[in-house]
């Protein structure tokens, strides 16, 4: 059944809105596509509705959608991470052929990745599980594309995948080959990360804005709109000028009106996770999603308002000054959460085995996805220059916005404290800066503190790297120490 007759190009399983978009994209870019739903009421409305006249095939099994496809075969699973994506693998290995390409767009965990590719490359065939980043609009006009998985599959993808991403500077597609198994979805984790980072910060502005300084919706609007004609300029800060001009239908701004309690769906958790699975300083990050986790406990937090107080709030004398340290400590902020996304992304690439082209990771998301921005631009830069860059923090370029923000920083988050206004997310990014910043940490005494109750056995500053030692710091403790010692 369907619109075409000929062998489809690709086909499509799971006809949700992003489902849709795709197989629209994919289109619209001159290559034919095979769609199959679960409730295949669905593959009918959407072959006589959106999909009318076009070149997309309406398959009603798992059977026919293999039939209706080009050799090799690549079906692109669109259905909710976990169990449903391991379903479809096992429907599709039962009429596919060896050679055949299986591609998981949807936000599945890395480790589930790397599994499935393994398997599937058990069973003659090849996988990969790709990133998609834009949401609903970027689907369907070009969205950012982060493939990773079976390497021998890339060059069969590769053009149709780089066709319906997003392109910038007119014809460079946000999408290129990420790595072996799992890299693909773990760089769209770490993506998923650096968003709710860059989300909590400018809730954080938006927070300050208004209970510092008593800014209005559209006066904040108006400040946003600024931002965003400069260095901050970015999805995200263009989407919440537009948010904070909303009026609702009583000509009140309709963000006032909305519940304070955030949802996740996991991406930000799993990173946090990996982070410290990796020994990776992931701090912005995690604050952001633990941000998350308090706003959602709100009947709690309406009664412990009841019971504490905190500073009365001070607008500055000068605000105009105020308001450009918001825009100084946003970026350095920033910045700290990009360094730190990239770190995870090194240590997970030495963890995995996986040859991660950094520079082409900051291209990739430079356009299509939620953290789109002219910033990333620089950190491509700054990869193209030092592929080996211990830390963003460390390039010339980011190290002169560090330098010029820092007072700016400094003044908001007191501000913040002094104010008793919550800014985790910028003050952790700070500390962060200041710990990296320090030749000397304050751990001698922690390895002390461990060596005393557990023998776990310290290193000296008079003495070469790799010589452990053990005090008998009470005199009744012996002299045996602990068989481990990790840094």
């Not at 003495?463 to 602990?482: C, I, L, Q, Y």
């Amino acid at each position: 059944m369907g619109n075409a007759t000929a062998l489809a190009d690709i086909g499509l399983i799971g006809l949700a809105v992003m489902g849709e978009n795709l197989a629209l994209n994919m289109e619209s870019k001159g290559f034919s596509a095979a769609v199959y739903n679960r409730t295949t009421a669905k593959v009918d409305d959407f072959v006589r509705g959106r999909g009318a006249g076009k070149k997309i095939t309406g398959c009603h099994s798992m059977a026919e959608l293999a039939a209706n496809l080009s050799r090799p075969r690549k079906a692109f699973i669109m259905v909710k991470a976990g169990a449903a994506v391991d379903d479809t693998i096992e429907q599709l290995l039962a009429v596919f052929e060896k050679g055949d390409i299986i591609i998981d767009g949807g936000n599945s965990n890395y480790e589930d990745t790397i599994r499935r590719t393994a398997y599937v490359e058990s069973k003659g065939l090849l996988y990969i599980g790709t990133g998609v980043s834009g949401g609903e609009e970027g689907a369907l006009t070009g969205p950012s594309v982060m493939p990773g998985g079976s390497p021998a599959a890339w060059p069969l993808v590769k053009p149709i995948l780089q066709a319906i991403s997003a392109k910038v500077e007119g014809s460079i597609p946000c999408c290129d080959w990420v790595g072996e198994n799992g890299a693909g979805h773990f760089v769209k984790m770490v993506h998923n990360g650096i968003e709710y980072g860059d989300m909590q910060l400018i809730c954080e502005i938006y927070d300050l804005m208004k209970n510092v300084l008593s800014l209005s919706a559209a006066e904040m609007g108006d400040v946003f709109d600024e931002w965003n004609k400069g260095s901050l300029g970015s999805y995200l800060i263009e989407i919440t000028r537009d948010i904070l001009r909303y009026k609702d239908s009583d000509g009140q701004p309709l963000v006032e009106k909305i519940l304070d309690t955030a949802g996740q769906k996991g991406t930000g958790k799993w990173t946090g996770i990996a982070a410290l699975d990796l020994g990776v300083p992931l701090t912005l990050i995690g604050e952001a999603v633990f941000g998350r986790c308090l706003s959602a406990a709100k009947a709690e937090r309406v009664r412990a308002a009841k019971v504490f107080s905190g500073p009365q709030a001070a607008s500055p004398a000068d605000k105009a000054g105020f308001i450009k340290d918001l825009e100084k400590a946003l970026y350095a902020a920033k910045v700290v959460s990009y360094a730190q996304g990239y770190l995870l992304m090194r240590e997970a690439a030495k963890e995995y085995k996986w040859n991660l082209n950094y520079g082409g990771i900051a291209l990739m998301w430079r356009g299509g996805c939620i953290i789109r921005s002219v910033f990333l631009g620089k950190i491509k830069e700054a990869f193209d220059k030092k592929t080996d860059l211990e830390n963003l923090l460390l390039d010339p370029f980011f190290t002169g916005i560090i330098e010029d923000a820092q007072a700016s920083w400094r003044r908001v988050v007191s501000a913040a404290v002094q104010n008793g206004i919550a800014a985790p997310a910028l003050s952790s990014a700070l500390a962060y800066f200041d710990g990296y910043r320090s030749e000397r940490l304050p751990a001698n005494l922690l390895q002390a503190q461990r060596d005393y109750f557990g023998a776990h056995t310290y290193e000296r500053i008079d003495k070469p790297r790799g010589e452990f030692f053990h005090t008998n710091w009470t005199g009744h403790g012996g002299t045996t120490s602990a068989s481990t010692y990790t840094v």
